[in-house]
């Protein structure tokens, strides 16, 4: 037990030096491009005071953003500022970025949980499905409809999915995370929910096919190994040998695989939320790339990769746990 605590906290110290080597990276290169972009950070805070400045209050500004400094060293306060927690005022929002990632993380959240327990569910079981029905019309149905979902685009399915579900069978809102009018504490939790349904419908049908079809190939290994072959010849029955046999051999590669998505959801929630206008980091991030607010991007980017690194973690140390195998060669 000892050993197997020491042991975790190698791999958790590892995976710790290489997430904040890549953040770092990742900080690095973002503000190098935004430094090179043509985003004018002064001017779009300008136009976002919606009345004139003089030169004085520009020169100012230009001051207060750093501008006139080398890039470098604009960087380095960046970094420093960074590191006691303050991300910055948004100039869009007229908020700390900290704030605004901390209020859109939670809609993103939920819209990501929601997601990834629906493609986890609908995978495993369109995969268990594939697998005993091995090379039949339910497996070749199926397995055309993974190879179709996952190389149709997020936003051109959320598309579909207003056009049919919300004009020509008005069963859903077209968009937003709550009815427009209503304050945050008169919304109901079935209202948010109701909101809710097609975007994570969407990000969950182009995200379940890996799932789906890495659960098939590991059932029908285990389907086709000899203490199956031996329960069949004893009577058990398919859906028998499934349940006492199948499930334990598939369910944590999938969950494990699950887990590792986490980059793919991000991205396509990314899609889904400009497509519903659902308030998250995806639809913030758009708007901050649209209106220049450089704090914002740098942030939400940072924030993003910081998130998708963790998912990462939990993937690689549940891989250690089901494969033994795979936890010696990460500690070597």
Known sequence: MKEN????????FKHGIRMITLLLAVSVISFALISASPIDPVRQYILGLGSAVSPEQRAQIERYWGVNEQPV???????????????????LYRRPVAEVIGERFLNSLTLMLCAWILSGVIGFLMGCLMGLYKDRWP????????????????????????????????????????????????????????????????????SFANVALHTRQKLVDVMGSEYVLFAKA???????????????????????????????????????????????????VSAAGLSGDVPLLLGITLFSTMFVCCGNLIANLLYGVVDPRIREVANE
């Open 5 to 12: 605590g020491k042991r975790f906290f190698q791999i958790l």
């Open 73 to 91: 060293t604009r960087y380095l306060h960046w970094l420093a500022d960074l590191l006691q927690g303050n991300f910055g005022e948004s100039s």
């Open 139 to 206: 497996d070749r149905a199926l397995k055309k409809i993974c190879y179709l979902l996952s190389t149709v685009p997020t936003f051109w399915l959320g598309l579909l999915f207003l056009l049919v579900f919300a004009v020509w069978i008005p069963l859903f809102p077209i968009g937003f995370s709550a009815p427009v009018g209503l304050k945050s504490g008169e919304v109901t939790l079935w209202q948010k929910l109701h909101h809710l349904i097609l975007p994570a419908l969407t990000l969950s049908l182009t």
């Open 234 to 284: 004893r009577g058990e029955g398919k859906w028998t040998i499934l349940k006492r046999h199948g499930v334990r051999n598939v369910l944590l590669p999938a969950i494990t695989l699950q887990f590792a998505s986490f980059a793919e959801l991000f991205g396509g929630s990314v899609m889904a939320e400009n497509v519903f206008s659902y308030p998250g980091l995806g639809s913030a």
